[in-house]
């Protein structure tokens, strides 16, 4: 329960969304298994390059020491919690019923090496509850509430998976997508993630700890200027007054972080994606268009000062 040292704090920024307590069988230590954590989830009809991939991902995180969380169903969720399990990593499953009522039948014996392993399963709802579309749904924000990343495989263009990630971009936690075939309905909903910019491309384990470990841009630029060769970038702030967006948590950020280079948004789009109310969004804007960092287009608005290469406006819809 909220305030037993087990409690994973993070799950505290769904305010009042936030469940009331966890049922936990296997490890209950869910502060430690969420402290750095990677949500892997897509669709349960996956093809074998969806399972390919979770699978991989599913390895190659539990490799780099971080827990991999997911929902225990067919496809996407089973193959990254086998992954885990193959290279002795930890896992958690979050369930749609109660504990003592984990599903589908058939990821029984997996579901059941998740605990023997030293991870374990999770459920809002108390034992004894069955599994529903409903309670699906509700399992999805937890999932984006644990974990500290959200990747998506493979979703089509409706499908839970979506939900999944768009919770977890209103926490503000980074969102990966898989590209897949162009052709193929499954990957539909994750090239929509990334056309619409609301996640980022990855395609290996490494990528997706670059979510949760993003590169120290400061360090880099001691590199090059330690070997004498290229241009040095001044750490951010250096050299200019304190911009609108320099503190992290302040609506100005939130604002900009919710938008594109490329593809201009209205304010309701802005404020649904940065959590804020659309009256804060147009006073945040206001000051980034001040400091450069907003440019508006047609009565929407996208990032930057300076039009794109190639010249002309940005279309709003683009």
Request: aromatic share 2%.
């Amino acid at each position: 329960m909220p305030g037993d040292p087990a409690w994973p704090r993070a799950l505290d920024d769904l305010g009042p969304a936030a469940p009331l307590c966890l049922w936990v069988r296997g490890d209950p230590d869910l502060a430690g298994a969420a402290a750095r954590s990677a949500a892997v989830v897509g669709a349960r009809a996956a093809t074998a390059y969806g399972e390919r991939v979770a699978g991989d991902l599913g390895a190659g995180l539990a490799d780099r020491g971080v827990t991999v969380v997911s929902g225990g169903a067919f496809g996407v969720d089973v193959a990254a919690h086998r992954g885990a399990l193959a290279v002795g990593g930890q896992t958690v499953a979050l369930l749609a019923g109660g504990i003592d009522r984990p599903s589908p039948a058939g990821n029984l014996a997996v579901l059941e090496r998740i605990v023997d392993a030293g991870g374990a399963l999770v459920a809002e709802s108390p034992p004894g509850t069955p599994p529903s579309r409903a309670r699906f749904l509700q399992r999805n924000r937890v999932i984006a509430g644990l974990a500290r990343a959200t990747v998506v495989v493979e979703a089509a263009w409706r499908s839970g998976a979506l939900s999944t990630a768009a919770r977890a971009g209103e926490l503000l936690r980074p969102v990966g997508a898989v590209p897949g075939p162009v052709t193929s309905v499954a990957s539909a909903g994750c090239h929509r993630l990334l056309r619409d910019g609301a996640a980022v491309c990855v395609t290996d384990a490494a990528e997706v700890v670059e979510l949760l470990d993003p590169p120290d841009a400061g360090g880099e630029a001691d590199g090059r200027a330690a070997s004498g060769s290229g241009s040095v970038l001044e750490p951010s702030g250096a050299g200019r007054p304190p911009g609108p967006a320099d503190r992290s948590d302040s609506p100005a950020a939130r604002t900009l972080d919710a938008l594109d280079r490329r593809r201009a948004r209205t304010v309701a789009e802005v404020a649904r994606r940065s959590g804020l109310g659309e009256g804060e969004v147009v006073a945040a804007l206001g000051l980034l268009e001040l400091a450069g960092d907003a440019t508006p287009v047609a009565g929407r608005w996208r990032r930057g000062g300076e039009p794109p290469r190639g010249g002309g406006a940005v279309a709003p819809g683009w």
